[in-house]
């Protein structure tokens, strides 16, 4: 029987093999951006070298000042692509979008010294993950993860309370008051134990008026777990509600 079970473990070694190097040698990846083919290697194998030259990265300034207690890093201008491209991920069903930008966040990890124990995804209301099917920052942190070999820990923050789209909010006060008390920790979590006195690396895949991230950041900071908060991108520019410009346009 040891045999056989030697032999079995031998066959699904090979058969794993010979599907990997099929793989390689007969698929050709293309390019998240434009959809044309990539030649690898690249710091991302799904964005060509046309288009790696065009993403609005925020070098040496990926550091973001914002009024928090919470160190906060973004790897992008939310400048053209990305704009397409976060949309298309978080919209359109493009979850393979998280693994294109997924090497570019861990090289912010890395280039800035960012030193956690753990990712941990902005969670979605359950109402919104049932209406989207995923999280789209639940997939860049399991990318990242895989880059960098940090585990995710998805079950110990939950958001309690569904607000409305950012885009509805009137003003960025507003977007704050209504997040105020969105998330919550699960102290019964497995992970708590192990995390609390420790770093995490909170991870988003759009800053904007910053109030989902420092809602998200106040609920971990409030169980005694430290937090360093990461967004894929963020522009310089403030942040404005719908009446805010149209109070400046006038």
Not at 158 to 180: C, D, I, M, N
Not at 191 to 201: C, D, K, T
Not at 209 to 235: E, P, Q, Y
């Amino acid at each position: 029987m040891r045999d056989r079970r030697s032999h079995l473990v031998r066959s699904d070694s090979l058969r794993s093999l010979i599907r990997e190097h099929f793989i390689d040698f007969y698929y050709q990846p293309y390019c998240a951006v434009c959809g044309q083919t990539v030649q690898p290697p690249l710091p991302s194998p799904a964005v060509c070298l046309d288009c790696l030259s065009s993403l609005p990265f925020r070098m040496d300034r990926e550091r973001i000042g914002w009024g928090e207690p919470w160190p906060l890093f973004a790897t992008f201008y939310y400048r053209d692509p990305l704009p397409r491209l976060i949309v298309s991920l978080k919209f359109a069903g493009r979850t393979d979008l998280a693994e294109a930008l997924a090497p570019f966040l861990y090289r912010t990890v890395k280039r800035c010294h960012i030193d956690v124990d753990a990712l941990i995804p902005v969670p979605l209301h359950r109402k919104r993950f049932v209406e989207r099917g995923y999280n789209q920052a639940a997939l860049l942190a399991e990318m990242l993860g895989a880059e960098s070999g940090l585990p995710v820990v998805d079950r110990l923050l939950y958001r309690k309370v569904h607000t409305s789209r950012q885009s509805e909010s009137r003003t960025a006060e507003e977007r704050r008051r209504h997040l105020a008390d969105a998330f919550q920790v699960d102290p019964r979590a497995p992970a708590m134990n192990h995390l609390r006195g420790r770093h995490v690396l909170l991870i988003d895949d759009v800053l904007t008026t910053g109030a989902t991230l420092a809602a998200a950041a106040k609920a971990l900071a409030g169980a005694g777990i430290g937090v360093i908060c990461l967004a894929a991108a963020s522009d310089k520019e403030k942040y404005l509600g719908y009446e805010e410009v149209l109070a400046d346009w006038t």
